[in-house]
């Protein structure tokens, strides 16, 4: 099927910094391109999405760009906390929804 | 509160053993689907449904069965489970539309013996 590669798999940033994690994506016909937060021992849930006809979409400390020429998108999280450490993974949907790996992202108090 | 909700949350089998994973949702979405986590390998599809009595594979079908008899209720059995089945398994729910988003259940974590 069609991959999406993310990176990077883990990321470790100081509370206030920023986290850039980044996806790479293969099927031309994708129009939507979400991004989940997995908390210890719970399930994934959306945080953000943008479609195909944006470019960048921000939700407070979130946001997301989107390049459908590059076929690539990321997630931007600025002034993070502590409470921001999870797994994140990006996905693009055409039918069904394709997921990246996931990224473990750690901010440090 | 509408979302997906699965059953059991936990759970630990024998080699050999059948079980049903539950899972069911009240938002009317007609696409539902299963997906296993095993560490370092993201989210893999088992199953999926566009909609009441369709159904159709995923990536990683082997040793897995579901059926879609009605649109809020989505089981997925394991005939004969094997240790190889140890995993988290995720219910996910959605419109059809491509550029909708799925919403997760919260998992069953299961361990087979």
């Known amino acids: 099927g069609e991959n999406v590669e993310q990176h990077p798999s883990t990321l470790s940033v100081q509370e206030g910094d920023s986290a850039v994690i980044k996806c790479t994506y293969s099927?031309?016909?994708?129009?939507?391109f979400p991004w989940y937060k997995q908390e210890l021992g719970k399930g994934p849930q959306l945080i953000i999405d943008?479609?195909?006809?944006?470019g960048e979409k921000k939700d407070q400390r979130i946001a997301v760009t989107l390049n459908k020429t590059a076929k690539h998108f990321s997630l931007h999280i600025t002034e993070t906390q502590p409470e921001d450490s999870a797994v994140y993974f990006c996905?693009?949907?055409?039918?069904?929804?394709?997921f990246g790996a996931g990224t473990r992202l750690t901010v440090k108090p | 509160n509408a979302g997906v909700t699965q059953t059991p949350k936990f759970q630990v089998l024998k080699t050999g053993q059948s079980m049903t994973l539950q899972c069911a949702q009240d938002?009317?979405?007609?696409?539902m689907s299963w997906y296993r986590q095993d560490p370092g390998m993201g989210l893999r599809l088992i199953h999926y449904?566009?909609?009441?009595?369709?159904?159709d594979q995923g990536e990683v079908p082997n040793g897995y069965n579901v059926s879609r008899s009605t649109t809020e209720d989505f089981p997925l059995r394991l005939l004969s489970a094997a240790p190889s089945q140890t995993s988290v398994y995720f219910c996910?729910?959605?419109?059809?539309?491509?550029?909708?988003?799925?919403?997760f259940g919260s998992g069953t974590r299961l361990t087979v013996v």
């Open positions: 943008i479609r195909s006809n944006v």
């Open positions: 938002m009317n979405h007609e696409y």
């Open positions: 099927d031309s016909a994708s129009n939507y």
């Open positions: 996910a729910s959605s419109y059809l539309a491509s550029d909708y988003g799925y919403t």
């Open positions: 996905a693009n949907r055409n039918n069904d929804m394709r």
């Open positions: 449904s566009v909609g009441a009595g369709i159904t």
